[in-house]
């Protein structure tokens, strides 16, 4: 543990640079600068992470400072106990990353270069479940003030801190992934770091399907079945696992919803339908279920984080076990920042008594020049 001199030094570093203004770096940039992956290039790529992960990550810790309602000090914002594990706040792993890079010597060589893609990559790995986490000590403080009966009026302002938090995790990873992704000495034809310029959205709906039928499976012993419509030749340029991670939580919920409505039911199980549309301005996505819909009452809350359809949320207080089917309320508000932070958006549409339909809206990455969060 850093001793307190050094550890007040750090802090005072993470004010200054928290000050400091973000620079932004457009897709299009991102992807004429990837396509020609040169040495001279990737060192270029580390000397300008290593002067701008500093700020984005500095301006994390410090709002992880200041979380609304005392969210900082609820016990889930501690890395969970568990056996050996230490007990460290989701800030202190910011503090770590911050310290980490600040520490690393000017990149000036092809070995710093390497050595730097090292040290960030890990980073990454770090911060792995930040967002199980964090959803943890909404889910416990969203108990205590059902238990206490005491809801702040200014409860917004724990979905806005949480927006801000999550979209800049988003930004930072995207960074951190894309100058690691360049490393790949053998990438796939038209793949561009963490960008396929010909992705395949059928392809990567059945994938998600699949994965979110199997949870279904695991969890209930049977699984609605899926059908995918579209053209299976069409391609666009996107980051294959954000889709993912949109779709598989789009499916999931569906799949759920439509099993809980039908186990008990001696009527055919419908399927859920996933339609892919290439439009002239965005490529949509849209994810049909006759799960019973959501109550109009219900829908204004869909993308806070302090809700979810799920009965009996699992238990994070003992060993995670994997992905379940639900449901901490963090799902739809990640999918839809996901899918805003390259200019779409994520609908909900729902018939109570009927089904939902969610309508993934995602804009054509090629032509992009807007800086990224």
Same mark, same amino acid.
């Given at each position: ?33 990837? #396509? /020609?992956?040169?040495? %001279?290039? +990737? ?5 300008? @992470? *290593?002067?701008?992960? =500093? ?112 979209? #800049? /995790?988003?930004?930072? %990873?995207? +960074? ?5 992704? @360049? *490393?790949?000495?053998? =990438? ?186």
């Amino acid at each position: 543990m850093a001793s307190e001199p050094v550890a007040r030094a750090v802090a005072e570093e993470v004010g200054r640079w928290g000050s400091m203004k973000q620079t932004g770096v457009s897709l299009r940039y991102m992807m004429e600068f990837g #396509s /020609r992956p040169t040495e %001279r290039n +990737l060192l270029l790529s580390a000397q300008f @992470l *290593h002067k701008e992960l =500093p700020i984005r990550i500095a301006r994390r810790a410090l709002e992880l400072d200041s979380l609304p309602f005392g969210l900082s000090r609820k016990p889930a914002i501690l890395k969970v106990i568990l056996g050996k594990w230490s007990v460290n706040k989701v800030r202190d792993w910011y503090m770590d990353s911050f310290r980490d890079i600040r520490f690393f010597p000017e990149v000036r060589s092809r070995n710093d270069e390497l050595a730097f893609t090292q040290m960030i990559k890990m980073i990454k790995v770090r911060h792995n479940n930040v967002v199980p986490t964090m959803a943890l000590g909404v889910q416990q403080l969203k108990q205590e003030q059902c238990r206490t009966k005491k809801i702040p009026s200014g409860f917004d302002e724990i979905h806005e801190f949480l927006d801000r938090f999550y979209m #800049s /995790r988003i930004g930072i %990873r995207m +960074l951190i992934g894309q100058h690691v992704a @360049l *490393h790949d000495p053998d =990438p796939e034809p038209g793949v561009i770091g963490l960008i396929n310029t010909k992705l395949s959205p059928i392809q990567v709906a059945q994938a998600a399907s699949e994965d979110a039928r199997s949870i279904c499976l695991r969890e209930y012993g049977s699984a609605p079945d899926i059908n995918i419509y579209g053209d299976p030749t069409f391609t666009f340029p996107y980051v294959a696992s954000h889709l993912h991670l949109m779709l598989f939580e789009l499916v999931k919920n569906s799949l759920r919803a439509v099993q809980e409505r039908y186990m008990n039911s001696d009527k055919d199980v419908p399927p859920v339908r996933i339609i892919v549309a290439d439009g002239a301005e965005d490529v949509t996505i849209k994810v049909s279920d006759e799960g019973g819909g959501i109550p109009r009452s219900g829908l204004p809350r869909i993308f806070t984080y302090l809700y979810s359809t799920a009965k009996n949320p699992p238990d994070m207080d003992g060993p995670c076990e994997g992905v379940t089917m639900a449901g901490y309320g963090y799902g739809l508000p990640i999918s839809r920042l996901y899918a805003r932070y390259f200019g779409g958006d994520l609908q909900i549409i729902s018939m109570e008594g009927y089904g939902t339909d969610a309508y993934l809206h995602l804009s054509r990455l090629g032509d992009s020049e807007e800086p990224l969060p």
